[in-house]
């Protein structure tokens, strides 16, 4: 099995409901969101240069976070869903899995020190 990574990049304001009176995150607030695709392929499935996929065959990706969620407010950007890095973690995977077959696993952190994953296999 291989796999491979790339980092992504956005800033964008949110606000969590669902949460108890007086959580922080219920406020308005904003991160500078990093978003990691994994992508993986069997022992046999390498291209021939030896690639999973070419990195750069992910600036497609790049190009549809920025217009999607660059500079935006979450809440609208996807309404209907609370805007948790898990949820979004999940949302940015189903929108992609069908484009990005070998589409393992999207991280999503809003802090330095915060990750969420959503495996889709
Ligand atoms: N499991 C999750 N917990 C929280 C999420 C989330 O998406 N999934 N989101 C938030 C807030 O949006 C925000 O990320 C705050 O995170 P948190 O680490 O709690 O806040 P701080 O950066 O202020 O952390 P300190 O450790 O207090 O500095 C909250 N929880
Ligand atoms: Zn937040």
Not at 17 to 28: E, K, V
Not at 41 to 51: I, K, Q, R, S, V
Not at 63 to 70: E, G, K, S
Request: glycine fraction near 6%; aromatic fraction near 12%.
């Amino acid at each position: 099995m291989y796999a491979i990574t790339k980092e992504f990049h956005f800033s964008a304001s949110h606000q969590l409901g669902a949460l108890p009176a007086g959580h922080q995150c219920a406020r308005t607030h904003g991160h500078n969101y990093l978003v990691v695709l994994e992508l993986r392929c069997d022992d046999t499935e390498l291209t021939e240069p030896g690639f999973v996929r070419d990195y750069g065959e992910l600036d497609e990706f790049k190009h549809w976070l920025d217009a999607t969620f660059d500079h935006r407010h979450l809440n609208d950007a996807v309404p209907g869903m609370n805007p948790s890095a898990e949820n979004l973690a999940w949302w940015v995977y189903h929108q992609w899995v069908e484009r990005l077959p070998e589409l393992s696993c999207v991280r999503v952190s809003e802090t330095p020190r915060t990750w969420a994953t959503y495996r889709g296999k």
